[in-house]
C-alpha cells in the first residue's frame, strides 16, 4: 500500500506510504488522488489531511521511476496538486522531517499547511540541472516572497521548516506544530478549526512581486552566471522566478514547464541526473546482499602517520570514532601529530569548526609505537610506503597482533591486494581502502575487493565508508585497480603529445577549457613526478614493451619533483602554488625530440582533448571487460570525485556516450595512424568495438 485511508471522527487522513523516503510513484499519485475522492464523497468528512509516514513528509520524484513510463503516466503530480487545489473539502499538508521538490510542491497546492520544527524544506532540482518542475517556480515566491524563494531554487539546499516560518509577510506555513510527534493530532485539530473556510485559500492566487523587478533580477543572473558556468539551470531558475512575477499564473506554468522540458534535453542535466542515480549504484555490491550481517567498527588504528596516515585518520575523528596511530620513530608520530593538529586549527581559525568539537577530535586520537597497542582495533589500515616488502612486513606483524575478526585494509594505490592477503592466514579479513590525496578532503574510497575478501567485510567497509561520508566505489583486483589503471594511458598520451610538439601548458589549458580541475602537468607537479617514475621503473621491469615518453624521467633526473621541490613541469615561487613556464624544461622537451628524430608540428586543443580523455575511455572499457568495475557509472564516479573530471560531462564513460561510441571508434582509428603513438593502445576495446557497431551506449 503506498498511501494509507483513515477517518478520524470528521477529518480524513491520507498519509503517503512509500519507503524510504515516499517518492511521489505512480501508485503513490493514484492513491493520493482516490484519497482526495474518497473524502470529498463522504458526507461524514469535513477536512482532509495529507502526511507521510516514517522519516519524510514526501522527497519528491521516485527515483525507482526515474526514465520510465510510470514517471509521467496519468495522475501524474501536476494532475495530483490540481486535484487538492479542487477539493471542495480543505486539504492539510502535515509536513514533517523532510518536504523536498515534488514533495514540497504538492504541499503547495494544499490549502494549508502545518510544519514541524526540524523539518528540511528545499527544492534541490538544480543539483539535477533541472528547475523544479510541478509549479515550485510559480507558487514558492508567492508563498514565502520573491527573494527567499529565489534563494532556495538556485541553491537547491534545505532550509529548516522554523527559519522560514520566521520570515516576514511568510504564507508557506499556516502554523508550526510544537512536536514532530504530536502533528498528526495538531493537523487533525487545525483541519477542524478551517473546515467551514470558504473561500478555500489557494497559493496561486496570492501576488508574487519584487518591488525593484528588473534590477533584483539582472542583480541575481551575474550572481548566478559567476557561480555556475558550466550549467544553465541555475540561470534558468531565475528566468522561471522572474516569470512569476511578470506573468498570470497559469501562462507562468506554461513557461515553467518549457524551460523544465528543455533543460532535461541538456548533457549538463543529463550528466548530472547520472551521476545521482551513479552514487547510489556504487553503493550496490551485486552479490552481497543488503542484509549481509556487519562487523562492529568501535576503534580504528591507522599505521603511518604521514600525510596519508594523518588525513585518513582525520575521516574517522570527524566521525567520532577513536583511532590510534602506529609509526617507528617517536619523531614521526610528532610531526604527524602536529599536522592533523595544524589542519584541525586552521578549520577553527576559518570559523569552519567550533573550538568544542576540534577539542573533542583530538580526544579521540591516540598514538603509540608499539603494535601490541592496537590488537583490539576493529579495522586497523595500513598506510605505508608503496612497496611490496614494506607491506608484507606490516601485514605479517598485523596477522600475529590483531584480534581475531578485526578488519586489515591497505591503502594501496596499484599494488595487488591478494598478494597482501597471501602475507596472513586471514585472507578473509583483507581488503583494499584505497583513500585519494588529501584524504581528509577528496570523496573518493576505492574499495578493493581481494579474491577471498568476506562478504560480511564488504557489507562493513561499504557501511562505513558512508559513515565517514566518503563515496566508495568497489574495485577487483588489477595493477593500479580502476583510476590508477586509466590514469596512466592519459598520462602516457599527455607524454606523447609533448614529443610530437605541446608544451606542457598547451596540454594544461586545452584540458582546463574542457573543464577538468588541472591539467596533467600541473596535477604532475601536484602530485610528485617522482611517484610516476617509481611505477614507470616498476613498469620498465614487469613490461619491457609498454611505450613511454621519456620526457617524464628525464625531468626527474633533474631533481624537479614538482612542487615540493620548487620545481617541477613548470617553475614555482616559494609560499606560492602559480605555475610559471620554465624554459628549462621548454629546451629540454625541444633536445629530447631533437634526439627522436621528430620534427614538432601544430596540435590542436580538440586533438589534445581526445586523446587524453578517450584514452581514459578505452581503458575503462578493459576495466570493464575484465570485471574490475561492475558497471561504467562506477567508473564516472570514480573520476568526477577522484580525479577532478569535469561534473558537468558526467565522467569519461558518458561522455563518451554522448560523443557517441561510433565517433569515439572513429577518433581512435585516426590516433593509430600516428607513428609517434602507440598504434596497439588505440585498438578499441572489444567492448567498445562492439557497443559501436551496435549503435548501444554504455549507460
Request: charged share 25%.
Amino acid at each position: 500500500m503506498t498511501a494509507e485511508y483513515k477517518v478520524h471522527g470528521d477529518v480524513a487522513v491520507i498519509t503517503m506510504n512509500n519507503p524510504p523516503v515516499n517518492g511521489l510513484g505512480h501508485a503513490t499519485r493514484t492513491a493520493i488522488t482516490a484519497g482526495l475522492e474518497q473524502a470529498n464523497a463522504d458526507p461524514a468528512v469535513q477536512a482532509i489531511v495529507i502526511t507521510g509516514a516514517g522519516k519524510a513528509f514526501s522527497c519528491g520524484a521516485d527515483i525507482k521511476e526515474f526514465g520510465s513510463m510510470k514517471a509521467t503516466a496519468e495522475p501524474n503530480l501536476l494532475s495530483v496538486i490540481l486535484a487538492c487545489e479542487n477539493s471542495g473539502k480543505p486539504v492539510v499538508a502535515a509536513i514533517h522531517s523532510v518536504a523536498m521538490g515534488g514533495g514540497l510542491e504538492l504541499s503547495l497546492g494544499c490549502h494549508y499547511r502545518i510544519a514541524a520544527p526540524g523539518a528540511n524544506i528545499a527544492l534541490p532540482e538544480v543539483k539535477l540541472g533541472l528547475i523544479p518542475g510541478a509549479g515550485g517556480t510559480m507558487r514558492l515566491p508567492r508563498a514565502l516572497g520573491v527573494e527567499p524563494a529565489l534563494n532556495m531554487i538556485v541553491s537547491g539546499e534545505p532550509v529548516k521548516a522554523e527559519m522560514l516560518a520566521q520570515l516576514p509577510g511568510q504564507k508557506l506555513f499556516d502554523k508550526m506544530a510544537s512536536s514532530a510527534e504530536g502533528l498528526q493530532e495538531e493537523a487533525i485539530a487545525f483541519a477542524r478549526s478551517v473546515a467551514d473556510a470558504r473561500p478555500l485559500p489557494l497559493v496561486r492566487n496570492l501576488p508574487s512581486k519584487h518591488p525593484m523587478g528588473d534590477a533584483y533580477f539582472q542583480f541575481a543572473r551575474n550572481m548566478v552566471k559567476g557561480m555556475a558556468k558550466n550549467f544553465p539551470a541555475p540561470g534558468k531558475c531565475v528566468d522561471a522566478v522572474e516569470a512569476s512575477t511578470k506573468m498570470k499564473f497559469d501562462d507562468g506554468m506554461r513557461h515553467e514547464r518549457e524551460i523544465f522540458t528543455a533543460l532535461m534535453f541538456t548533457p549538463e542535466s543529463r550528466a548530472l541526473r547520472h551521476l545521482f542515480m551513479a552514487e547510489r549504484a556504487a553503493a550496490k555490491i551485486p552479490d552481497v546482499p543488503e542484509d549481509t550481517p556487519k562487523r562492529e567498527i568501535k576503534a580504528v588504528a591507522v599505521i603511518g602517520a604521514g600525510t596519508m596516515g594523518g588525513g585518513i585518520a582525520m575521516n574517522f575523528l570527524n566521525a567520532g570514532i577513536p583511532v590510534t596511530m602506529l609509526e617507528m620513530k617517536q619523531e614521526a608520530l610528532d610531526r604527524g601529530l602536529a599536522t592533523i593538529r595544524k589542519n584541525y586549527e586552521s578549520q577553527v581559525k576559518r570559523g569552519k569548526l567550533k573550538q568544542d568539537k576540534y577539542d573533542q577530535r583530538m580526544g579521540l586520537l591516540n598514538t603509540t609505537l608499539a603494535y601490541e597497542d592496537i590488537a583490539q582495533a576493529d579495522l586497523v589500515i595500513e598506510a605505508v610506503f608503496e612497496e611490496m616488502g614494506v607491506k608484507q612486513k606490516v601485514f605479517e606483524k598485523l596477522d600475529q597482533v590483531m584480534k581475531k575478526g578485526a578488519i586489515l585494509a591497505s591503502n594501496t594505490s596499484t599494488l595487488d591486494i591478494d598478494k597482501i592477503a597471501g602475507f596472513t592466514k586471514r585472507p578473509q579479513d583483507v581488503v583494499g581502502l584505497h583513500f585519494f590525496s588529501p584524504a581528509n578532503v577528496m570523496k573518493l574510497l576505492e574499495v578493493v575487493r581481494g579474491a577471498k575478501t568476506g562478504k560480511d567485510v564488504m557489507a562493513t567497509v561499504m557501511s562505513t565508508a558512508k559513515k565517514i561520508k566518503k563515496t566508495a566505489v568497489v574495485s577487483g583486483v588489477c595493477d593500479g585497480f580502476i583510476g590508477n589503471r586509466m590514469i596512466e594511458q592519459y598520462s602516457r598520451q599527455a607524454g606523447f603529445l609533448l614529443d610530437e610538439g605541446a608544451t606542457p601548458q598547451q596540454v594544461d589549458r586545452a584540458v582546463e577549457k574542457f573543464g577538468f580541475a588541472m591539467g596533467p602537468f600541473r596535477m604532475g607537479d601536484l602530485a610528485g613526478n617522482d611517484i610516476g617514475w617509481a611505477i614507470r621503473k616498476r613498469r620498465a621491469a614487469e613490461r619491457a614493451d609498454m611505450k613511454y615518453s621519456r620526457s617524464a624521467d628525464k625531468l626527474c633526473e633533474l631533481g624537479r619533483f614538482g612542487q615540493k621541490t620548487g620545481a617541477g613541469w613548470y617553475d614555482y615561487q616559494q609560499g606560492k602554488r602559480d605555475a610559471i613556464p620554465s624554459k628549462l624544461v621548454e629546451d629540454m622537451i625541444a633536445e629530447h625530440r631533437k634526439s627522436l628524430g621528430i620534427t614538432p608540428r601544430k596540435i590542436s586543443d580538440e586533438e589534445i582533448v581526445q586523446r587524453l580523455v578517450f584514452s581514459l575511455v578505452n581503458e575503462g572499457a578493459r576495466i570493464l571487460e575484465d570485471g574490475i568495475a561492475a558497471r561504467a557509472s562506477d567508473i564516472d564516479m570514480v573520476y568526477i570525485t577522484g580525479y577532478g573530471f569535469p561534473i558537468h560531462r558526467g565522467g569519461p564513460m558518458l561522455y563518451a556516450d554522448q560523443v557517441g561510441l561510433f565517433n569515439v571508434v572513429q577518433a581512435m582509428k585516426r590516433f593509430q595512424r600516428n607513428p609517434n603513438d602507440d598504434a596497439g593502445f588505440w585498438e578499441p576495446a572489444p567492448l567498445l568495438a562492439r557497443l559501436a557497431s551496435e549503435g548501444k551506449t554504455f549507460s
